[in-house]
């Protein structure tokens, strides 16, 4: 398999007071009022006459002896926030794709955090330089940035180079996980992506397990095992483990479960488009967020324990596969009548689930391409989110809001709508009714979660773009990636409460 984390991460980022030497293309930052910098070599009114606003991302390229110059807009300067700092870097990045050095001050326009503001454009431009390479012949798709200088005064560097070593290592991340998302499903399958969690192990300081199928039966993982029975490809859990330096007994303790459905065709209750088809290697992209995410936080000594599983498997039709009305006996004990199975990633989430409460974690967070409904609801670039405590689920959110990957609390309503998996022979049935689909997936999910502080997120939606756009390569997003790195970077066990909207 190709690796364009490593792509990115082979980009040379540093700091310089002035432009250096082999810079081709530099981007300085615009708000929408006040002064033009005056390296741009134009007035207000010229810029205006052509259309250029200074609208954050907006960007318009100068006229210029060497080389090129782009004037970028960061809107409000006193309101330009990180999320402001990454659409302006991303769109430079853009505006410059055809060039290898780049040079900017955006880093240092803003009376952000020098550290901040550094990691948000260094993030931004790497991402929007990411392109997935995979089997194509030719190499001119690959991105032609290999060096990135972030302008900056000279008494900021040593933060502003924080700022890089932090953005350089979440964008790796980023990447990481669009990489394995995009890649093609016989590339990538379940004793394949617990290889590259055995590898990446050593380096990223973690603790790696990995349990085959003999093992998923004698821990009564039913689920795992109901949804690969019609693969031939065998299925892998995956259990990461990443302890920081020097903690002690008291250290926060956060549990994150990733469905890593490796294909999923839908089994016997098959898909029956091949557009859905298409994106299902992509079924992973939750296993894939939460891999790459603990790859990250070694580097970014990140004070929280954190123990993952992910949940591999593919969900295919055969001869042996998981039929209609069978019932399968979870990891916890509860019981469930299967009545459709394309409704797989709850199944395998639900062993992942339960072992984590086994382990005596204060919260749990998981994430899936769980439901169409998710797409239906807050279409593609919304992931839902839903739980059982609403201090958790309002810091799921606070880190959403933070790196800006958007998601909306659904309601679980559980009074409401448990009663739709109601079931003549079982503790319960896989599916709902026809409506709400996202919400009584999320009940299913909250069966095993126990007590425990419980955050769900459905990024069926925000799992892809169908074209380039932003800090986004058409394909895969590795959305959750950044948000699941700050929610453990910053985690504390939250304060119980009955989730809002329960
Ligand atoms: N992986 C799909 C959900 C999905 C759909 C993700 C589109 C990304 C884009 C999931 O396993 C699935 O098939 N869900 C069913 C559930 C239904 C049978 C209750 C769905 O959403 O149709
Ligand atoms: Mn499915
Ligand atoms: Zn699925």
């Not at 009663?419 to 896989?430: C, G, H, I, P, Q």
Request: charged share 20%; net charge negative.
């Amino acid at each position: 398999m190709t690796d364009a984390s490593h792509a990115v991460s082979s980009v040379s980022v540093s700091t310089a007071r002035s432009v250096p030497e082999g810079a081709t293309a530099v981007g300085y930052a615009v708000a929408a009022s006040g002064s033009v910098p005056r390296q741009l070599g134009v007035s207000r009114s010229t810029l205006t006459d052509n259309g250029f606003h200074a609208k954050p991302g907006q960007t318009l390229a100068v006229p210029s002896n060497d080389g090129l110059l782009v004037a970028v807009g960061i809107g409000d300067a006193d309101e330009a926030d990180a999320g402001v700092l990454r659409r302006a870097a991303a769109a430079f990045t853009r505006a410059a794709s055809s060039h290898d050095h780049l040079a900017t001050n955006l880093a240092d326009a803003t009376s952000l955090d020098p550290t901040e503001a550094a990691q948000a454009v260094t993030e931004a431009a790497l991402l929007a330089s990411y392109r997935y390479v995979g089997l194509k012949g030719d190499d001119d798709v690959a991105s032609n940035l290999t060096e990135l200088t972030l302008l900056a005064a000279s008494k900021r560097s040593k933060q502003v180079g924080a700022g890089i070593e932090r953005g350089r290592t979440i964008a790796g991340a980023a990447a990481l996980a669009r990489e394995l998302a995009n890649t093609p499903p016989t590339y990538l399958n379940a004793a394949d992506i617990a290889r590259r969690a055995v590898d990446l192990g050593p380096d990223a300081g973690l603790e790696v397990e990995v349990f085959d199928r003999d093992d998923l039966e004698q821990m009564g993982c039913g689920g795992m095992l109901g949804v690969n029975r019609g693969s031939t490809e065998p299925p892998r859990m995956v259990k990461l483990t990443y302890t920081p330096d020097g903690a002690d007994g008291d250290v926060a303790h956060l549990a994150m479960v990733g469905k890593g459905i490796m294909y999923d065709s839908g089994g016997i209750s098959i898909k029956g488009n091949d557009a859905f088809h298409q994106v299902m290697k992509m079924d992973m992209s939750g296993a894939g967020a939460v891999l790459s995410a603990m790859s990250a936080l070694r580097a970014l000594d990140c004070p929280t324990k954190v123990t993952a599983w992910l949940m591999c498997t593919d969900n295919m039709p055969s001869g042996s596969a998981l039929k209609l009305g069978d019932v399968l006996t979870m990891r916890n004990g509860k019981t469930v009548e299967i009545h459709n199975t394309d409704a797989e990633g709850r199944l395998v989430l639900a062993d992942g689930l339960s072992l984590a409460v086994e382990e005596g974690v204060d919260a749990i967070v998981d994430i899936a391409t769980l439901t169409g409904a998710a797409l239906t609801a807050l279409g593609p670039e919304v992931a839902c989110l839903l739980g059982t405590n609403q201090n958790w689920i309002d810091a799921v959110s606070a880190a959403s809001e933070r790196v800006g990957e958007p998601t909306w609390q659904l309601p679980l309503e559980t009074e409401r709508y448990r009663k739709l998996l109601d079931s003549v022979v079982a503790d319960m049935r896989n599916i709902g009714g026809p409506y709400a689909g996202t919400i009584t997936a999320s009940i299913f999910l909250s069966e095993f979660t126990g007590d425990v502080p419980y955050a769900h997120l459905d990024i069926a939606g925000p799992m892809k773009v169908d074209s380039d756009e932003g800090i986004y390569a058409k394909g895969a997003t590795g959305f959750g990636t950044r948000l699941l790195i700050d929610l453990a970077c910053s985690f504390s066990a939250p304060e119980p409460a009955p989730s809002r909207l329960a």
